[in-house]
């Protein structure tokens, strides 16, 4: 870990994947992150993930994904007792967050409104499918529910098996993203005035916001954003090639490269041809200029067209498994992942990935694996203040 927010302490109150995934970024950035979940069974993430056995024990990949550094804390916060205990949490704490649906939290009695009272300087930050407010407030929204809202899967295939959803929760990790971005500008603020903020955090606008390019180029240009497979709407050719072995994505998306590119693979009169000369007559006449590309692409590997246009400045990448990308160099040589032999719960070795992200030339790594459900109980509460410790205990 770094310590760029040593001595900030978090609660995460979330569940599943958008909240935790952006509470795993503060605590990757040194945050003190206690996790408070409910005592029967936690985090719902612990029992879903590949492994059957994991998931039985509490520990299933989707939870060891993103939960490695920090605490676990059980409170029901339907009790009252417990209520009493999360408050004396909440008095020592810079930020919270939590993804429940507006209101919970206020039917509760822990609204922002109540723990401002106990805290006047917290950070408190809600992520939602749709935000706070509006017509669509209370609706339940998982990943794919936002995907489909969002207009992401109406541009993603091709125009025969659009719409697809993206292979990922693209959605629960944007909103997470932008909820640790945010908490961290809000932090800032905290520590140089004293006050706090309420950060509404809604899924489907963050996912709107990092579709900018197709949402421009319909406010903007007028031109409503079709499924395109893997070709690039701005450029041609750009997209995704046959080689003799492999796919292969290019993005000769300059003059300069596509001249390049034709006198690599042999056929430097294409630079010339009035089909191709220019970028819009590329892009107009891009099935038969793939075409031909592809052709001479097919005399050699994907590996081997990757170095040699990268080595001409042309950019070219294999389309690889996500077991080959781990294997790869680069993301070995700069510690994408970290092991941790032995945790509670868990009967082999754990590897999890940090964040996209170094800090002068070193490599945030969890120090302390995902924790058992309720791991740090004592540890916590033990360590409160004097000032709300009686109380805590009682």
Known sequence: MTDLLSGIRVLDLTNVLAGPYCAYQLALLGADVIKVEVPQGGDLARQ?????????????????????????????????????????????ADALVENFRPGVMDRLGLGYTRLK?????LVYCAISGFGQTGPMR?????????????????????PETAPLRVGYPVADTLGGLVGAFAIAAALVKQKTTGEGAFLDVSMLECTLSALGWPVSNYLTADVEPQPMGNENMTAAPSGTFRTGDGLLNIAANKQEQFVTLCRL?????????????ERETRKRNRI????????????????????????????????????????????????????????????????????????DGAAPLPTKPPPALGEHMDEVFASLPPRVKKRAQA
């Open 48 to 92: 879903l993930g590949g492994s059957p056995e994991l998931n039985s024990a509490g520990m299933g990949a989707s939870f060891l994904a993103q939960n490695a550094g920090k605490r676990s804390v059980v409170l029901d916060l339907k009790k009252e007792a417990d209520r009493e205990r999360f408050l004396d949490l909440v008095a020592s």
């Open 288 to 359: 038969a200029l793939k075409a031909l590309i592809e052709d001479a692409l097919a005399n050699s590997s994907a590996a081997a067209w990757e170095e040699t246009l990268n080595r001409a400045g042309v950019p070219a990448g294999r389309v690889l498994t996500i077991p080959q990308v781990l294997a790869e160099q680069q993301v070995i040589e700069r510690d994408m992942t970290t092991r941790f032999d032995s945790m509670p719960n868990i009967d082999r070795p754990l590897t999890v990935v940090r964040g996209g992200f170094m800090v």
């Open 265 to 277: 693979v042999g056929l430097p009169e294409l630079a010339s041809d009035p089909r191709f000369a």
């Open 117 to 121: 009272e106990v805290r006047p300087s």
């Open 138 to 158: 209370d609706n339940p929204a998982y990943d794919q529910i936002i995907q489909g809202l969002s207009g992401i899967m109406s541009i993603t295939g091709t």
